[in-house]
């Protein structure tokens, strides 16, 4: 069966002596491509498969990371879903992220790139100093930023106060915590902005040309040259903007505990998780309370698999209704 | 070929490969058998895990010299820096751990029910341990339904501190007794800026700031958690009502925006810049362990201590207090139990070991022995918080299986109400109770 068909491929050959060099020429091929890729599959496996795989079976159980877990079927599920008393602050803050601060981040990060894009002097310098604030460690940020809001000392409201302006409690007041952080957020939006800036000079300057010749004026050339060469950059953004929103934590931690005075070193029951009144609990910060302080691993997991699959979600959406990606798309 | 057949085979053999892996990761079991009569001879190594860090680590070594002193064939390794976070990680891992120390009673709970401590009790009716020489409220914090499974290793009281300056300045020579007596004295104590915002307070009662928090406050009412069957007392408790009434009545008459506005504006806690060390509030509540931060951070200050006040109809209980603190115990993986023990039993029954833990992290001690040691040198102002352990009106917060959960709740309750938006205070405290229930019940009530 097999010999016709390599005598076919290799036509007018001898068919006897090629085969088991190119076997084995294969074999090796094969060999050597599975030991590159090898660790990345062990990584995949050990840091990814397992993990999932874990979480997905602790959530059908109450765990609490000591004692062996117990099968409760479905029972953390309907917990979450119909009495836990706080997921719904805790998912509403969350959307607030994901459906605030992500476009934001992604308009500023945009203008700004757009801006520089056609800066002429001192190009180097404005895209440093935009660039700049995306190096320091989210930690150190915010608490810089609490800092300069503090409504009392904080110089902000001192500025505010020297043109009569009665500045707010900014991360001590509930309606004002979250925007707060946008404000923070769009400040270290450096990381977006170098890559919108990076393809907005990957713009062929024909197009524009062309554009220019049909007569398009400057929103025209926006709409139909621009936009459709941005669109990869834009769903990328999107993407991993709605992620990381999604997965939304340190920023609000680190916020809630400098702005509420307190430390949590000593772990009593001064404990300052969403502070201003829950106005900065995300869903991830409920999820660890749960699992590493009131040691509910089992519910903690299940909140990490629907997470996972409201991500995933998103994911799928996003990609399937955006061809940006596909080779037919980036044509 | 793959099959969809064995592509499906491969997922479901995966997925049952790892929940017995996971399986098999957890619920080892630990040797809980304990010789007759203990060692006459004690060598080897034993581990020590514990929270403290730099001069607090320096004290703890200190006396882990000691006991190496004692005795010669033993070496203990001491692992510093490591929280409750990394302790239950570790112990959870199976990691070489023999002794654990963890800041926070309210870990006892869910250490005790999970078996992440070894039950003590073989060792303590072997070794004959007078387990009266701890304080009631004590020994009700280190063990967890029925089953004592850590010791206590120095402890934390609260109480009032007060400004002696400011009072003075006011023509006060004795600090309040009572809940209304503290109002009064701190609404008089309390001054305004020209547009309206404070400027000092003489008492802050907003909840949240600082150790204003519901535990700390319970036993000025002799306000109960739970019930003897573990189960939320919160919306039945009166002491409740009548703090928060009162505590809410309080912030309603300075305000509650000023009050937001005045402790947004405040330094940190633990800070040099801290409001009662900056003469900003006259009065707070705190613990004993503030006395070392402002010999630190505020040598210079004339402060005063006392029991904090209680409610006007509970006088009876005056001189009591919020009891907390370490506790110690040995964990389940440990290889060396009887090690694990001796140094245990030295941490937290030798009297001298006991007083230098206290002398050097300026905490309570624990002991009724190290109590009254005439070596214990911590200071006049520390005279209080050693009544206020000695006092039978002092309570604390009862473990639990979800740790501090419970508390984190009723807190954020009281957080609400006190601005306003928590609306009917019985029916608040009613969903309270059933949020706590809701966590601390078995498999049939709920997630754990």
């Known amino acids: 069966m097999t010999a016709p068909a390599i005598a076919r491929g290799a036509a007018g050959r001898a068919v006897d002596t090629t085969r088991p060099r190119r076997r084995r020429t294969s074999l090796r091929r094969r060999l050597t491509i599975a030991a590159f890729i090898a660790p990345s599959v062990l990584g995949l496996v050990i840091f990814f498969a397992y993990p999932l795989l874990a979480s997905i079976y602790y ?33 509403l803050n969350t959307l607030w992220f994901v459906a605030i601060l992500v476009p934001v981040r992604i ?225 | 070929m793959i099959t969809r057949f064995t592509r499906r085979l491969a997922v479901t053999a995966a997925v049952a490969v790892g929940a017995l892996a996971l399986a098999g990761c957890s619920g080892q079991s630990s040797d809980q058998s304990v010789a007759s009569e203990a060692p006459s001879h004690l060598s080897g190594t034993v581990s020590l895990w514990h929270f403290f860090t730099d001069r607090e680590a320096k004290v703890v070594q200190s006396v882990v010299d000691d006991f190496e002193k004692k005795y010669p064939d033993v070496k203990v390794v001491v692992h510093s820096g490591q929280d409750d976070d990394k302790l239950t990680k570790a112990i959870a891992a199976g990691k070489d751990i023999d002794v654990g120390i963890s800041y926070s009673t309210d870990i006892v709970g869910s250490f005790c029910s999970s078996g992440a401590f070894r039950d003590l009790t073989p060792y303590i009716k072997r ?40 009072l003075k300045k006011f023509g006060y020579t004795e600090p309040p007794k009572t809940l209304s007596q503290l109002e009064s004295m701190a609404l008089k104590m309390t001054t305004y800026n020209a547009d309206g915002s404070i400027k000092t307070l003489g008492f802050n009662p907003f909840m949240g700031w600082a150790e204003n928090a519901a535990a700390h406050y319970g036993p000025a009412a002799g306000a109960q958690w739970l019930t003897a069957d573990g189960k939320s007392a919160v919306g039945t408790s009166p002491g409740w009502p009548e703090l928060m009434n009162w505590q809410k009545g309080f912030v309603d008459k300075i305000g509650y925006d000023k009050l937001n506005a005045f402790s947004s504006g405040l330094g940190q806690e633990f800070s040099s810049n801290y409001a009662f060390q900056t003469g900003q509030v006259a009065m707070v509540l705190d613990g004993e362990w503030r006395t070392a931060f402002i010999k630190s951070q505020k040598p210079g200050m004339d402060y005063g201590t006392a029991p904090f006040p209680t409610a006007d109809d509970h006088t009876d209980l005056f001189g009591g207090g919020y009891i907390t603190g370490n506790i110690a115990g040995i964990a389940k993986g440990s290889k060396n139990p009887e090690l694990a023990w001796a140094l245990l039993k030295y941490l937290t029954t030798d009297t001298s070991a006991v007083v230098k833990l206290a002398n050097g992290l300026r905490n309570v001690p624990t002991t009724q022995d190290a109590l009254t040691s005439p070596d214990l040198s911590l200071g006049d102002t520390f005279t209080t918080f050693l009544n206020v352990m000695k006092s039978p009106h002092s309570d604390t917060t009862p473990p639990s299986p979800v740790g501090a959960g419970y508390q984190q709740t009723f807190n954020d309750f009281w957080t609400k109400f006190q601005s306003g938006k928590g609306g009917d205070l019985k029916a608040g405290l009613k969903n309270v109770d059933k949020q706590i229930n809701d966590a601390i019940s078995p498999l049939d009530g709920a997630v754990r």
């Open chain 2, 127 to 166: 070794d004959k341990i007078d387990l009266s020489q701890f304080p009631e409220t004590v020994r009700s914090y280190t063990e967890f339904d029925g089953k004592r499974c850590t010791m206590p290793m120095l402890a934390d009281t609260y109480g009032l501190y007060y400004n002696k300056d400011i």
């Open chain 1, 107 to 331: 308009v500023t990060a945009m203008g700004v790139a757009g801006l520089l894009a056609r800066a002429k002097r001192a190009s180097g310098f404005w895209r440093t100093l935009f660039y700049l604030p995306a190096l320091v460690p989210p930690v150190a940020s915010v608490v810089a930023f609490v800092f300069l809001f503090n409504p009392g000392t904080g110089p902000v409201n001192q500025v505010l106060a020297f043109f009569g302006i009665k500045g707010p409690l900014w991360f001590n007041d509930p309606a004002w915590s979250k925007p707060s952080l946008l404000l923070l957020g769009v400040w270290v939006m450096g990381d977006l902005m170098i890559i919108f800036l990076a393809s907005l000079l990957d713009v062929p300057a024909d197009q524009y040309e062309a554009a220019s010749l049909d007569g398009a004026n400057g929103l025209q050339k926006l709409r139909y040259v621009t936009y459709p060469n941005l669109i990869p950059v834009l769903v990328f953004a999107v993407i991993t903007g709605v992620i990381a929103a999604l997965q939304y934590f340190t920023e609000a931690a680190v916020a809630s505990s400098v702005a509420s005075g307190q430390a949590t070193v000593g772990g009593s029951a001064a404990q300052v998780i969403g502070y201003p009144s829950d106005s900065l609990l995300t869903y991830t910060q409920w999820l660890y309370e749960r699992g590493f302080a009131n040691f509910q691993l089992g519910y903690a997991s299940a909140m990490a698999v629907v997470l996972f699959v409201v991500a995933g979600l998103f994911l799928v959406l996003l990609l399937g209704r955006v061809k940006a990606f596909t080779p037919e798309g980036a044509r």
């Open chain 1, 59 to 91: 959530s059908f159980t109450n765990f609490n990371l000591v004692s062996a877990p117990q099968w409760i079927g479905l029972r953390n599920y309907t917990y979450l879903f119909t009495e836990d008393p706080l997921i719904v602050t805790a998912t």
